[in-house]
C-alpha cells in the first residue's frame, strides 16, 4: 500500500500554532521532576566536567598507551583535563564521598559514589584536603572537593592536570560520554 504522505506547512514563527500550544514553564519543570523520579536515562545522565580545560590525554579504552612519565606503555583509565595547580575540582554529580586515599601512582584521590551508582575518582589532588571533605560526606553536583595538585607520581612528568576515572558497574568507561 502506498503510504500517505503529510503535507509540509511553512509557518511564520511570530504566528501562535493551532496545532500545538507550548507547554508553560511550570509544566516543563513539572516534566522534568517527573523524569527524574521515573528514572529517565536523559535526566539521570546530568554530569558536569569537574574542571575546565583541555583533554590532554584520553581515555584508552583498554588499549596501551606511552606513559611519558614512566617510560612504558600502559592503559589509561582515565582522561587527564589540563588544569593549573590549586583549581578548584567540583564534584560531577550528587553523591557521597566514599573514600579518600593515597594511590602510590595516582596521588591524593577523593572517591565519590553518585546517585546513579556511578563512582568517579578524582585524582592527582592536592594533600591538603578541605574541611568537611570527609568519607561519608554528601556533596552537590558543583561542590568544590579539592583542588588540582601535583600528588600523582606516576604522571608527574606531565604539564599540571585533573586525573579522572570513571566507572559503571565494575567497569572503566570514558568519562567524556557523562558531559
Not at 592503559?75 to 564521598?97: E, F, L, P, Y
Not at 551508582?117 to 571533605?133: D, E, K, P
Request: net charge negative; with cysteine; hydrophobic share 35%.
Amino acid at each position: 500500500q502506498p503510504q500517505e504522505q503529510q503535507e509540509l506547512v511553512a509557518v511564520d514563527p511570530g504566528t501562535p500554532s493551532t496545532q500545538q500550544e507550548q507547554p508553560e514553564p511550570d509544566e516543563l519543570a513539572q516534566e522534568a521532576v517527573s523524569a527524574s523520579a521515573s528514572n529517565d536515562t536523559q535526566v539521570s545522565r546530568l554530569y558536569v566536567r569537574p574542571v575546565d580545560g583541555e583533554i590532554v590525554k584520553p581515555w584508552s579504552d583498554g588499549e596501551l598507551v606511552f606513559s611519558e612519565t614512566l617510560g612504558d606503555y600502559r592503559v589509561h583509565n582515565g582522561i587527564d583535563i589540563a588544569a593549573s595547580v590549586g583549581t578548584k575540582v567540583r564534584a560531577m554529580a550528587d553523591g557521597v564521598i566514599a573514600d579518600i586515599y593515597d594511590d602510590d601512582l595516582l596521588g591524593r584521590v577523593v572517591e565519590i559514589t553518585h546517585a546513579d551508582g556511578t563512582v568517579g575518582r578524582y585524582c592527582n589532588l592536592q594533600q591538603a584536603g578541605l574541611s568537611g571533605i570527609t568519607a561519608g560526606a554528601s556533596v552537590k553536583m558543583g561542590d568544590v572537593i579539592g583542588g588540582v595538585g601535583e600528588s600523582a607520581l606516576g604522571e608527574s612528568g606531565e604539564q599540571p592536570h585533573l586525573h579522572l576515572e570513571v566507572e559503571r558497574q565494575g567497569q572503566h568507561i570514558d568519562p567524556q560520554q557523562l558531559f
